[in-house]
């Protein structure tokens, strides 16, 4: 994320031709050319069904129209180097598969006009290649994942959001806030013996406080920024969070019992010397 954070300049104006990117996915999940390219003189015999041959050359312009928007706009220009080595290796899966269509060369047969059937044939075997591999759906899946990490990045620069530190035993919140409530009071919190009795006036904010609390602890832990000025997090082995509960119809459980079988387990857990972050 922090490295899609370095290239949000890429990404500060992020746009497809959404119709575009439906009709090529579409083709991609779901086309297979191999009939065409299991006949006898498959070149003579495209080109002589054009009716065939304009719907394929349609669908294979557009295939390389949308690749070579998007691989020349955000894909090559790309400092990947500060990709960890996981992330590292689909970025360069997701970049050979749309290098390997030979964007600029085909690009440039679109624009100039002069694609024929042969270069047709070409991307249809390209595209079949894929297909019988199943890369398609790595393909896929990689350029899906490729959209989050940008999608997480610009919000995390147009909200402020901060990555925190992890690991300290102490927990400490600097300016922190619920994203979603709009001019958000800033509040600053620090808890050191690991216990807090949170009292106050009804309508004071106190849910809405543990609430913004609980988003932090739990987006920290999945590696993602807060909505926070500064922040030292805990690592938390289980994270617990018990607002609003109900009774249990069902199983015959008002809503103290509830509340004591929540607390029961919370203790066990303490018990087996487990690091718990509970509201």
Do not use: W
Not at 84 to 110: C, G, Q, R, T, V
Not at 231 to 258: C, H, T, V
């Amino acid at each position: 994320i922090k490295c899609f954070i370095d290239n949000y300049g890429l990404f500060s104006d992020y746009h497809y031709p959404v119709l575009h990117y439906r009709e090529v996915f579409l083709m991609i999940e779901q086309t297979n050319f191999i009939q065409v390219l299991s006949q006898k003189n498959p070149i003579k015999k495209l080109k002589n069904n054009k009716r065939h041959y304009q719907t394929i050359k349609g669908k294979t312009i557009q295939l390389v129209l949308f690749f070579h928007f998007y691989y020349h706009k955000y894909i090559q220009t790309f400092n990947a180097d500060k990709f960890p080595k996981d992330y590292s290796e689909k970025f360069e899966a997701l970049k050979a598969y749309f290098e390997s269509y030979n964007l600029n060369y085909y690009y440039e047969k679109i624009q100039s006009k002069k694609m024929n059937v042969v270069d047709v044939f070409e991307l249809i075997q390209i595209f079949q290649n894929h297909y019988s591999n199943k890369e398609q759906f790595i393909f896929i899946d990689h350029f899906s994942e490729f959209e989050a990490f940008i999608s997480i990045a610009k919000q995390t620069v147009l909200s402020g959001f901060q990555f925190p530190e992890i690991g300290e035993n102490r927990l400490v919140l600097e300016e922190f806030y619920h994203p979603k409530v709009k001019n958000p009071i800033l509040n600053s919190f620090s808890n050191l013996n690991g216990v807090l009795l949170l009292t106050g006036a009804n309508m004071a904010g106190k849910s809405t406080f543990l609430k913004v609390l609980g988003i932090c602890i739990y987006l920290a832990h999945i590696g993602l920024p807060i909505p926070a000025k500064n922040a030292k997090i805990p690592f938390y082995d289980e994270i617990f969070i018990f607002i609003n509960n109900n009774d249990d119809l069902n199983n015959g459980y008002s809503q103290f019992m509830q509340e004591v079988l929540n607390l029961k387990e919370v203790i066990l857990k303490c018990n087996d010397k487990l690091n718990c972050f509970v509201l």
